[in-house]
């Protein structure tokens, strides 16, 4: 597994943090490893999260407002699965 997390640090007009990037190449599915990433940035204040992976040469994404929980709760519901991965 190679993971690579950038925190990107773009200022709203309050100066406050608001973006972080995972990035994660491996030999098994990367969803698990990506909603752990968002799970860990949460606490910045994010007021939504997403996720994009490689399946076979098309790209499935999937974005949701709120807490990182919503995200989890629709990915219960959308089947996602590839090595390569973005949040």
Do not use: H, W
């Amino acid at each position: 597994t190679f993971m690579v997390q950038y925190t990107l640090f773009l200022l709203n007009n309050k100066g406050i943090v608001m973006c972080g990037i995972i990035g994660v190449v491996t030999n098994r599915n990367a969803v698990p490893i990506l909603m752990d990433g968002i799970r860990r940035l949460e606490y910045r204040g994010y007021d939504s999260a997403g996720i994009a992976i490689l399946d076979n040469q098309k790209i499935d994404r999937i974005r949701k407002e709120g807490k990182a929980q919503e995200l989890e709760s629709a990915l219960q519901t959308t089947v996602m699965n590839g090595a390569t991965g973005i949040a």
